[in-house]
């Protein structure tokens, strides 16, 4: 008798239940759409968006949108101002986003293929792993031997380039920061790791069917490890392994070696963080702001690829609305425009027949400029004008893109320049088995120069130097990275020797300094070969834009010039006298109506010897020169400009 009614009321409890659940459903049906927003519903009802299956390890970057992309009712991924920050719309705008579908990578990926054909399998796997991560780790988690190009177009996962779950699934174990070459670590444990403590569970694991995880290792540069430091196997002329290895990139080991190690992570500057407190997920109500925040653009230094995919659209399978596209061209820009280098452009000296100026570049970057891909390279450009002409010029492009002046082979490091056609590029050359110039990466064997500008704090102590090595003439610069004995300073000083041939007269001086992600000779080899994705590649990048980028300028004006010792003309603002001098003793007399802010003492090879300031403002100063007879230059600074005086002491 017990046991029957135990069974009735077993039985009783579950139809109360369950018409409980019925009218709480019916009752709070209308609430749904508050708690979660119609975009969101939509992809959970969406079924290739469910929770993930079991058996897989990956969802596509789509499954995150509900909760962090567009929030239409402006109370989520918004700043303080109301501005909208999600991180979808960031995401799928940046090279992250379109790492597989790029279009120079698939060319690039299919010349590698053609010139070395033996190889195909394992060279496609090996790029997989990081422009098509989640589809290359699943097919390797469930067995697969490789996963190719032809793997890619036909998967979700690898189209979706390095999405969410690319780098959110990233473990910290006993080797992260260690495992380089796109041999990267994932917690397979369905788990994915934010830097937010006390995580929302609920929402994830119903929905998407993973359980978020507070760790601070996403917020470290370790997580970029893995393929921002890629070593490469080299392969002869014939295709035949050599058993060497060479280093194609190594950012990450650029940024270990240098002064930001320790407080300014990548992220800092490729994922600005600001301190609003910011809702990070639509439509969940009583969720508590975050802060500070990682905005989700992932500015890199290509802004020209970007605006190339923004013109090829459709070719490539893209959807993405073109102001997302143009927003990350902005920030990209802004970045290098910004935060990448600072110029200093200075006069040294003035003979009677050449002018000495030098441009000082400083490296404001956490890494190497530029870094990366190895075809990427900046240049140092440099004109000097006088009222009607051209006197001299170094760093000008010729029609098709390429540098005036550039050596058959690749263009050395240069501590001082001549003449026109030497220029200044900063860059890293790779070399082959033979020591001649490729841009065939498994053919890489040796570096021919890597003069990219170090980052403050870069030594040759450190134990990162051996992937990030300073090579060629950068080498025996005294200006490169140095100064004095003491390196680190990640600093350039390039000195310009211009002939003036006894010009007179006022002279102008302009300087910048350019990047190029896609310079045309890195193309001149992969052109010769013929596929679908050079093809196309090859016809998209003649109709692209390539100008390069402007990242630093600066400009001298009015540098007026002299041509007899002594001079003393009427309408001359500054008068030096006497001249020569026999006790070392000169006077300059100030008739500008400007105050003089400095007069810098230098030696005839513009070796400055000493500077001086004066208190107040003075219409004469006196000036003793240095002991030893001969000729100096007097560097007078004032409110009208720089004027060199030739003195003379005997």
């Not at 041999?183 to 069917?209: A, C, K, W």
């Not at 601070?216 to 430091?229: E, L």
């Not at 404001?364 to 891909?373: Q, R």
């Amino acid at each position: 008798m017990k046991h029957f009614f135990s069974r009735k009321a077993w039985w009783l409890c579950c139809v109360f239940a369950t018409a409980c659940f019925v009218v709480l459903n019916l009752s709070f049906r209308h609430t749904e759409a508050v708690f979660h927003s119609e975009e969101e519903l939509r992809a959970f009802r969406d079924g290739s968006r469910s929770p993930i299956d079991s058996g897989e390890y990956f969802l596509g970057s789509i499954t995150c949108k509900g909760c962090h992309g567009f929030d239409s009712a402006h109370l989520a991924n918004v700043d303080e101002n109301g501005n909208d920050i999600n991180l979808y719309d960031d995401w799928e705008a940046s090279m992250m986003a379109f790492s597989a579908v790029d279009p120079f990578w698939r060319a690039k990926v299919s010349h590698e293929i053609l010139v070395n054909p033996a190889h195909a399998n394992e060279l496609q796997s090996k790029c997989t792993q990081c422009h098509a991560p989640m589809g290359h780790f699943t097919a390797m988690f469930k067995g697969a031997a490789h996963y190719t190009l032809a793997d890619v177009l036909t998967d979700t996962l690898g189209l979706n380039g390095v999405a969410c779950g690319a780098c959110h699934s990233i473990g910290s174990d006993s080797i992260f920061g260690l495992n380089f070459s796109g041999n990267i670590h994932y917690d397979t444990s369905r788990v994915e790791y934010g830097p937010f403590q006390n995580p929302e569970l609920g929402p994830m694991q119903l929905y998407v069917g993973l359980t978020p995880k507070y760790s601070p290792h996403v917020s470290r540069s370790k997580v970029c490890a893995p393929c921002h430091t890629l070593i490469t196997k080299t392969a002869d002329l014939n295709g035949n392994y050599t058993g060497n290895t060479f280093v194609e990139q190594a950012t990450y080991h650029e940024w270990l070696n240098s002064a930001y190690n320790d407080s300014v992570p990548c992220q800092r500057c490729h994922m600005p963080q600001i301190n609003d407190p910011v809702i990070i997920a639509n439509g969940l109500q009583n969720l508590s702001p975050r802060s500070p925040f990682n905005l989700h653009k992932f500015m890199g230094g290509n802004s020209t690829m970007l605006r190339l995919i923004k013109q090829n659209k459709s070719l490539l399978g893209i959807t993405v609305p073109d102001e997302h596209i143009d927003s990350s061209i902005s920030a990209t820009l802004n970045l290098l425009q910004h935060s990448t280098l600072q110029m200093q452009l200075s006069t040294d000296s003035i003979t009677a027949d050449t002018l000495y100026v030098s441009v000082k570049l400083t490296n404001k970057a956490g890494h190497k400029f530029p870094s990366g891909y190895p075809s990427r390279r900046a240049f140092l450009q440099i004109a000097v004008t006088n009222a009607s002409d051209t006197v001299f010029r170094s760093g000008m492009l010729q029609p098709d893109g390429e540098l005036i002046g550039h050596d058959s082979q690749f263009e050395p490091h240069h501590h001082i320049i001549t003449n026109e056609q030497q220029v200044q590029i900063y860059e890293m050359v790779m070399g082959d088995v033979n020591g001649n110039f490729t841009t065939v990466l498994e053919r890489a064997a040796v570096t021919l120069k890597d003069n990219r500008l170090p980052p403050v704090g870069f030594t040759a102590q450190h134990s990162a130097y051996d992937t990030a090595r300073i090579e060629g003439n950068a080498t025996t610069d005294p200006d490169f990275n140095k100064n004095g004995t003491t390196q680190g300073t990640g600093t350039d000083v390039v000195h310009y020797h211009i002939p003036i041939n006894s010009l007179s007269g006022n002279l102008r001086v302009s300087a910048a300094v350019y990047y190029q992600t896609l310079p045309p000779r890195w193309f001149t080899e992969m052109f010769t070969y013929n596929s679908s994705f050079i093809d196309s590649f090859r016809t998209m990048y003649s109709n692209a834009d390539k100008a390069p980028v402007l990242i630093a300028q600066g400009v001298l004006d009015s540098i007026a010039l002299f041509s007899s010792i002594g001079e003393s003309v009427a309408e001359n603002n500054f008068i030096v006298f006497p001249v020569p001098s026999f006790d070392g003793r000169v006077i300059v007399e100030n008739k500008s109506g400007k105050e003089i802010t400095s007069i810098e003492i230098l030696d005839v090879t513009g070796k400055l010897l000493k500077i001086v300031s004066p208190q107040e403002n003075k219409q004469v100063l006196v000036l003793t020169l240095p002991e030893k007879e001969g000729v100096y230059w007097l560097k007078i600074k004032s409110g009208k400009g720089v004027v060199f005086k030739k003195v003379l002491r005997q």
